[in-house]
């Protein structure tokens, strides 16, 4: 971590320069210590501060994409979970959405070594219709992985009403990971498109596709945490 030689690191801990290299072989074997590549083209960092200046952000990714979905979106997993590892400490409290790209980053999140983190659900479920991308299974297999405790929002994504809203955040069960969830210290979320063929709400149920294109066509893009 200190960028030290193997002859700088032999006489600090006074071990031999060749017990050295055979420690740091055998910690890359057991996967201790990762050598990672960045492969971020050079259109990939100009674009990263570009965005970085016009929103005034502190961290940026980009990953390369073309016209393969599924592997653009394993990219975009396997980078936001990375990151993500980089950035939890013992004892913080994590926030989780839902969608496709969040189920991608939870594959590929393979901590060497996990700090305890707590993990909370930051919205309503999707139910049975797509279980794989829905906040709760995610919450729980990161909670699994990270060794902490998962807080469940036992409620849907979509009620259909006010009435029936009120009544279910009326209930203790559901106020108390509402209440965690905003004391969340990092807060995990995709960025859902209102093209109806791609639109996770749609694939849930939430929308129909005219629907979907009647938000489009009105200018609303998107959705974060199922927010248009």
Known sequence: MENKSQEEIS????ISRSNI???????????????RINDTSSVGVYLQQQLKERFGLKDVIVTQSNQDTITSSIRLGEAAANYLESRLEEGMLLGVAWGTSLYRLVQSFKPVNPPNVDVVQLLGGTGARNLSTDGMELARNL??????QCYILQ????????????LILSEYDIRQP???AAQAGIAVV????????VSALVRAGYLTREESEHLLAKGIVGDICGRQ
Do not use: Y
């Open 143 to 148: 909670a699994g992985i990270l060794g902490g």
């Open 11 to 14: 006489k600090a801990v006074n």
């Open 155 to 166: 409620a849907p994504l979509i009620v259909q009403n006010e009435q029936v809203r009120d």
């Open 178 to 180: 509402l209440e965690k």
């Open 190 to 197: 995709g960025l859902g498109s209102n093209h109806p063929d």
């Open 21 to 35: 290299s055979r420690l740091l072989k055998t910690s890359r074997d057991l996967g201790i210590v990762e050598i």
